[in-house]
Structure formats: C-alpha cells, structure tokens
C-alpha cells in the first residue's frame, strides 16, 4: 500500500458512533417526527374539510330558500290566486326540501310598479350549524313577481 493510503487509516475514529458523525444523532432526534406532522396536517385538512362542509350547507339553505320565495311569488300572482296561496306555497316547498323549521317566518308584501302590483315573499331563516339546526346566524332572502293589470 501506499503511505498515503495508511495514513487514512489510522485517521479513523476507533468508535463506530463517532464515524457516523452528527448525522445519526440527528436521525435519533427526528425519531416520531413524522407521527407528529401527519397529525397536526390530518387535523388541519379535517378542519379545511369541516368548513367547507359548512359552507355548502349554507349555500345550498340560501339558494333554497331563495327558489322558494321566487316561485312563491309567482304562484300568488297568478290571476285566479292571492299572497296567501304564495306564502303556503313556499312554505310547503321549504318544509319538503330543508325542513319545517326553516319555514316558520314567510311574510309577503305588496308594492305598486308601472305594469301592476309586485308581489314579493320574504323567508326569515336561521343558518344551520352543519345542517342539523340552527345555529350560525340568520338568513333573509325574497322572491318577487309581478301581477300585470
């Protein structure tokens, strides 16, 4: 061999801990590392998930109530029908798409416009909390039609 090469040699630490160097202290340290950021990243992605759940929820109540009142109103402007025939209407269409409670406050007004009078129905809702009954806040939408003279 070449003087070189032995003088390599016997710079070798005689502890094999030692030849791994900070590197293996390091690999100890991150033991369980992984257990940890996929729970912290698990609870964060099933909170993204919850919120996002809720937001539907609440979309999809809003645009109901919404379609309710609309078609409501349309149906009591009829000629052979009154506001009341439009108040039951869209309080049966809510209690059969999201529940009675959610049809407890439909009122209507009437309001004088160019081409007749205008009928509008106005729902007064509470946000649901996950779907499962009240609870975020409070929700008021209208649906308006008009009844031509």
């Known amino acids: ?3 070189a090469a032995r003088a390599s040699r016997r710079r070798r630490p005689a502890d094999p801990q030692a ?14 590392a992984a257990t940890a ?9 099933a909170l993204l998930f919850v919120l996002t759940l809720q937001l539907a929820v609440v ?7 919404i379609d309710a009142a609309s078609t409501g109103a ?20 809510i ?6 409670d959610h ?3 439909v009122g209507h007004r009437w309001r004088s416009v160019d081409a007749g009078r205008e009928l509008t129905i106005v729902v007064e809702a509470d946000v ?22």
């Open 1 to 3: 061999m070449r003087p």
């Open 19 to 32: 030849a791994r160097g900070s590197g293996a202290s390091s690999v100890r340290e991150e033991r369980g």
């Open 37 to 45: 950021e996929f729970t912290m990243v698990a609870a964060l992605l």
């Open 59 to 65: 979309v999809h109540v809003r645009n109901t109530l």
């Open 74 to 93: 349309r149906f009591g402007a009829l000629d052979d029908r009154s506001a009341a025939d439009g108040v039951a209407r869209t309080e049966e269409l």
């Open 95 to 100: 209690s059969g798409a999201i529940g009675v």
């Open 103 to 105: 049809a407890e406050h």
């Open 128 to 149: 649901p909390l996950f779907g499962l009954g009240p609870g975020l806040g409070h929700l008021e939408v209208s649906g308006s039609a008009v009844e031509f003279e």
